[in-house]
């Protein structure tokens, strides 16, 4: 896991206050339903922290959310993509 999804996985963790190992993520590690188990509401949340934490604003009518929220890898490259420099 590259430093950017270690960090993105963390900031899932501490939001959602999941109980969630971090040791058993990869960057593989699909955020929906299996792996860590978020549901829509928990995605809103996430991207909200996001936006606070990294200033990248992901909205909920955007087409590519399917493939954004894919993975931790897709969340984590679309952050770094996206975010302001």
């Known amino acids: 896991m590259s430093p950017a999804e270690n960090d993105l996985a963390r900031l899932i963790i501490e939001t959602l206050n ?3 190992d971090i040791a ?3 960057g593989d590690t699909p955020l929906y339903k ?14 909200l922290a996001i936006s ?6 992901l909205r909920s009518d955007d087409e590519n959310n399917v493939v954004i929220f894919s993975s931790l890898r897709a969340l984590a490259s679309y952050i770094e ?3 302001p420099r």
Do not use: Y
């Open 52 to 57: 606070q934490h990294h200033g990248v604003k």
């Open 81 to 83: 993509e996206k975010r």
């Open 18 to 20: 999941l109980d969630f």
């Open 24 to 26: 058993l993520a990869t």
């Open 34 to 47: 299996e792996g860590f188990g978020l549901d829509s509401i928990d995605i809103l949340e996430v991207a």
